[in-house]
């Protein structure tokens, strides 16, 4: 299995249990490890044989903009299951980063990781 990835994807939402941060939207940062096999799109060197980063990230930057949940957990579980219900992802590894979320920490979040890696 071959793998495409998208680092430090930032995207301002609401997110957290508090009520000042139902006020506002903070930035998180997300990184995707999403499982392909990319020999057809590196054999034909056409963009609709392989999965498109840009299309991925478009539709997880217009989700968690319009989402406002209270945990990162949460989060991060509906934004790797919308990759792989939209998505050719068998596979996905998904770190979430909620920066700022504890003093003196430079980050804080969940790793996650669904579906079967072959």
Do not use: C
Request: no cysteine; proline share 2%; aromatic share 6%.
């Amino acid at each position: 299995m071959d793998i495409i990835f998208i680092r430090d994807l930032r995207i301002d939402t609401v997110i957290g249990i508090y009520d000042w941060e139902r006020a506002i939207k903070q930035t998180i940062h997300l990184d995707l490890e999403m499982g392909t096999d990319i020999a057809r799109a590196a054999a034909s060197d056409q963009i609709e044989d392989t999965l498109d980063y840009k299309s991925v990230a478009k539709r997880i930057i217009a989700f968690v903009e319009g989402s406002s949940f209270q945990l990162v957990e949460t989060l991060a579980e509906r934004v790797a299951a919308l990759v792989r219900d939209e998505f050719p992802v068998p596979w996905i590894r998904l770190t979430l980063n909620k920066g700022g979320a504890v003093r003196g920490a430079q980050g804080v979040g969940v790793i996650i990781e669904r579906g079967a890696r072959n």
